[in-house]
């Protein structure tokens, strides 16, 4: 088993920046790829960010140029950094990865979940 474990969520205000941090450990032979998604009340659950084994990545529409994802080495920790945070940033941000647990078997992971408000 995979586990994700995310941290730095938090109530923020308009304008303000806020860094999320999520650590995968557990059975991992290889990190395909890990990223952030976020739902916010009422509405599907949308890419935010995602980086793959490769270094690239790629942002959903509504965060392009405030966002950035980045990870360690091994991809086994990425960080979300958000700047410009807006109102519609506020959701659950769930972290997410794509994993081999040997050489041939891969399954997808989700950790918990944390908050992230925009408010003033």
């Known amino acids: 088993q995979v586990q994700l474990v995310e941290s730095g969520g938090g109530l923020v205000q308009p304008g303000g920046s806020l860094s999320l941090s999520c650590a995968a450990s557990?059975?991992?032979?290889?990190?395909?790829?890990m990223g952030w998604y976020r739902q916010a009340p009422g509405k599907e659950r949308e890419l935010v960010a995602r980086?793959?084994?490769?270094?690239?990545?790629s942002y959903g529409d509504s965060v392009k140029g405030r966002f950035a994802i980045s990870g360690d080495n091994s991809l086994n920790t990425v960080y979300l950094q958000m700047n410009s945070l807006e109102p519609e940033d506020t959701a659950v941000y769930y972290c997410?990865?794509?994993?081999?647990?040997?050489?041939?078997?891969?399954?997808?992971?989700w950790g918990q979940g944390t908050q992230v408000t925009i408010s003033s």
């Open positions: 557990g059975s991992i032979f290889r990190i395909i790829a």
């Open positions: 997410n990865a794509y994993v081999y647990t040997d050489y041939t078997t891969w399954d997808e992971y």
């Open positions: 980086i793959n084994s490769g270094r690239s990545t």
